[in-house]
């Protein structure tokens, strides 16, 4: 397959997961992404279109540990935006996989988030 309909492929299963996740004030998006080498993850109110939190392995405390987008990154990313988004004020959270499969560093980030303290 080419990398051109894998993308495309991609888009459309965002597409099809964001008509059914929606952020509010209350309960925001919680996006997680993960490229090759890093991962990022933001708490988005969609209705006033403004991030409340964001959190990426290239943050500097996070950059000390030389988080990879593995499973290890997964888990300690997941407990810091945990405990960020508590700071932040945000109890409650709706999960956006962006696209990914809900298994392997999609699932441990997850989990790794209700450890620290967030409702999905």
């Known amino acids: 397959m080419n990398t051109q309909r894998k993308a495309d492929l991609l888009q459309k299963r965002r597409w099809r997961i964001r ?3 929606q952020g ?3 309960r925001p998006r919680l996006c ?4 090759t080498k890093h991962i990022y993850a933001q708490a988005i109110n969609d209705d006033a279109g403004t991030t409340l939190a964001f959190l990426s392995s290239l943050d500097k405390e996070l950059r000390a540990k030389k988080l990879a987008a593995n499973l290890n990154g997964a888990k300690e990313l997941g407990v810091a935006f945990a405990a960020k988004a508590k700071a932040a004020g945000i109890e409650s959270v709706v999960f956006d996989r962006a696209g990914a499969p809900y298994h392997g560093k999609v699932k441990v980030f997850a ?3 209700r450890e620290g303290g967030l409702v999905f």
């Open 32 to 35: 997680v992404r993960f490229t």
């Open 24 to 26: 509010t004030a209350a």
């Open 111 to 113: 989990d790794a988030a």
């Open 19 to 21: 008509k059914k996740v």
